[in-house]
T-cell receptor, first 112, second 116 residues
């Protein structure tokens, strides 16, 4: 049973446009969400996070939106750059638990 | 280099052989995680070490898998009698673990294991 779902395996956008990556979760006990980015042959790196007490968190070109009632979050990248091309993983955690539950990832390709 | 390192980067082995994967965490990080990523799947939690506490082994898929960590340093993940379904990228991560899972985890580049 997948508790964190990224239903789009891939996404292709044009440089300068907005990239929107989506993530859905089923466990209502999740209260903290993270996005990690992964380049080929490298480990994932932390990108941005959001607590369930917020509905938006922004860091430069990256914004994460959380809709708790829909159990949905999204990562917006504006403007998209070719260097953003990578696999993006959504992850969730419950309370002070140390275990992260990851989605399968979405491959973002930003075309010049 | 202050990042998490893993060795080997690639390992090809025959079915039935044992393999040992190594992880060097960031100095000072008390928490260490092992994950597995099979093709087309997300990261799957395997095991968690926190300081000198007993590790959480709840994610290990079978008793063929074991892991050790010496204090707050190097960790090894051992897979005995490897099977083809063990083929995956094995990732190690470390964190300071003062906010539990909310703490940023720093990942190594992974070990790609192929079992023939």
């Amino acid at each position: 049973d997948q508790q964190v779902k990224q239903n789009s395996p891939s996404l292709s956008v044009q440089e300068g446009r907005i990239s929107i990556l989506n993530c859905d979760y089923t466990n209502s006990m999740f209260d903290y969400f993270l996005w990690y980015k992964k380049y080929p042959a490298e480990g994932p790196t932390f990108l941005i996070s959001i607590s369930s007490i917020k509905d938006k968190n922004e860091d430069g070109r990256f914004t994460v939106f959380l809709n708790k009632s829909a159990k949905h979050l999204s990562l917006h990248i504006v403007p998209s750059q070719p260097g953003d091309s990578a696999v993006y993983f959504c992850a969730a955690v419950e309370g002070s638990n140390y275990k992260l539950t990851f989605g399968k990832g979405t491959l973002l390709t930003v075309n010049p | 280099g202050a990042g998490v390192s893993q060795s080997p980067s690639n390992k090809v082995t025959e079915k039935g052989k044992d393999v040992e994967l190594r992880c060097d965490p960031i100095s000072g990080h008390t928490a260490l995680y092992w994950y597995r990523q099979r093709l087309g799947q997300g990261l799957e939690f395997l095991i968690y070490f926190q300081g000198n506490s007993a590790p959480d082994k709840s994610g290990l898929p079978s008793d063929r898998f074991s892991a050790e960590r010496t204090g707050e340093s190097v960790s090894t993940l051992t897979i005995q009698r490897t099977q083809q379904e063990d083929s995956a990228v094995y990732l190690c991560a470390s964190s300071q673990r003062w906010r539990g899972g909310r703490d940023e985890q720093f990942f190594g580049p992974g070990t790609r294991l192929t079992v023939l």
